[in-house]
């Protein structure tokens, strides 16, 4: 397997991801990421978890996908709501980052 397959792979994993998430279906969610572990990464600790909280990843994982942008201030809503922290979106994100990063010394 060379690079572009598994770039391949990758692409795939996460377009079909994508899908799954936009119909908010826990189990389809856990199915999909356990039958791709290796593409899957974070998002296999839901495995070993109750649907319950495996919901909870798919949530934080809608709220992390730019592609899922119009899905962010549902999710966002939906983790609020059970008092639990939600990771960062982009536009919660926008701004910030390396714009320091290229800040002048003082004097210099």
């Not at 377009?15 to 199915?31: D, H, P, Q, S, T």
């Not at 996908?65 to 922290?85: F, M, N, Q, T």
Request: aromatic content about 6%; glycine content about 8%.
């Amino acid at each position: 397997m060379d690079e572009l397959d598994i770039e391949k792979g990758y692409a795939n994993f996460h377009r079909k991801l994508n899908r799954i998430l936009r119909k908010k279906e826990v189990k389809a969610f856990k199915a999909h990421v356990a039958a791709h572990p290796m593409q899957a990464g974070r998002l296999s600790h839901c495995l070993g978890l109750s649907d319950e909280l495996a919901e909870v990843g798919m949530y934080k994982a809608i709220v992390v996908r730019s592609a899922l942008r119009d899905l962010h201030p549902e999710a966002v809503d939906w983790l609020k709501k059970r008092g639990i922290d939600f990771p960062a979106t982009q536009s919660r994100n926008r701004g910030r980052g390396r714009r320091n990063t290229f800040r002048r010394k003082k004097g210099g």
